[in-house]
């Protein structure tokens, strides 16, 4: 929605659980926006568009799923000449660290690099890098892990005795627990790539 209050073009968002979609279109009408918006059900990594068709392919939070380098290749075609991609994804901020947050890390995203890595990806993806810039730790910790931990209590309420929930939300406090203790190796880091 911040997007499209600042842009004249018009926004097609993509997700692949209908209610999020649902909630999307909901918000473009709130906003007035319903004629420049509109969300569809499909995933990232099998998408329905024509070749050279978008401006710019913007994605937070997401790319990991799909993979950095595997991800950036696909949308390329997907961009005009001269379109942009723009992109938040976790690195490295060191290129050692301490084998427990590497582990923890690996285990989750595979490919995750440093900062220079992705930047090489992009490049060899096709991309002049534009701007790489990390995210502010209060992105973490305000906008994330702060609201996760009401969530929390309401989910271990509402399914009290299940072991697959405790286990995710095992999981999630881990999460918190590893960021706090070595954020200073790593983040999440905005990448703007222009098509070449």
């Known amino acids: 929605m911040v997007l499209a209050q600042n842009i004249a073009g018009n926004i097609t968002g993509v997700d692949r659980y209908p209610g999020f979609i649902d909630i999307f279109n909901r918000n473009a009408e709130k906003f007035n926006l319903r004629d420049r918006m509109k969300g569809i059900v ?90 790489a810039f990390t995210l502010p730790e209060k992105c973490w910790i305000d906008n994330y892990f702060i609201p996760q931990k009401r969530r929390q209590e309401e989910f271990l309420k509402k399914y009290a005795g299940n072991k697959t929930v405790e286990e995710f939300i095992g999981f999630m406090r881990r999460e918190a627990e590893l960021y706090s203790k070595y954020k200073q190796y790593y983040g999440y880091v905005f990448y703007i790539g222009k098509k070449i």
């Open 42 to 131: 499909g995933s990232m990594d099998d998408l329905s568009f024509t070749n050279c068709e978008f401006d710019l392919i913007w994605s937070e939070g997401a790319i990991g799923s799909m993979g950095f380098e595997k991800a950036l290749n696909y949308w390329n075609g997907f961009l005009k000449k001269n379109g942009y991609v723009a992109v938040t994804y976790e690195s490295w901020f060191t290129n050692e660290r301490p084998a427990e947050i590497e582990k923890w890390w690996l285990d989750a995203v595979p490919e995750i690099g440093t900062i220079g890595q992705n930047i090489s990806i992009m490049q060899k993806a096709g991309y002049v890098p534009v701007a």
